[in-house]
């Protein structure tokens, strides 16, 4: 599956922004996608996943009950809507897909994604 990832920005504090992230190439439908972010000098962190079928949605702690993740099946566009932005959101965001169609193991880890997007900046000021 190729990414392409969009909507990141610069926004104030309290603020929000939705990322999109187009996919092309495989079956799109048959994949669970995930966000992921990194901010300068950390590792990669899970942000949210939303799978395949049910579109079941799964979020870190960090940013439940502030950001949505959603899929358009017909268009094969993953978004992130991300409401009440604090400066510790800052970071580049990826998009990416499983490494496996109808994957159903652990969200949460980047070992088990495979095709990642170019990723898009989000910069929150306070």
């Known amino acids: 599956v190729q990414l392409q990832a969009s909507g990141g920005g610069l926004v104030q504090a309290g603020g929000s922004l939705r990322l999109s992230c187009a996919a092309s190439?495989?079956?799109?439908?048959?994949?669970?996608m995930g966000w992921f972010r990194q901010a300068p000098g950390k590792e990669r962190e899970f942000v949210a996943a939303?799978?395949?079928?049910?579109?079941?949605?799964y979020y870190a702690d960090s940013v439940k009950g502030r950001f949505t993740v959603s899929r358009d099946g017909v268009e094969s566009v993953v978004y992130l809507q991300m409401n009440s932005l604090k400066p510790e959101d800052t970071a580049l965001y990826y998009c990416?897909?499983?490494?496996?169609?109808?994957?159903?193991?652990?969200?949460?880890?980047?070992?088990?994604?495979?095709?990642w997007g170019q990723g898009t900046l989000v910069t929150v000021s306070s």
């Open positions: 990416t897909a499983a490494r496996q169609e109808y994957y159903t193991g652990t969200y949460y880890s980047a070992a088990n994604y495979g095709d």
């Open positions: 190439g495989r079956n799109f439908g048959r994949y669970t």
């Open positions: 939303i799978t395949w079928g049910t579109y079941d949605t």
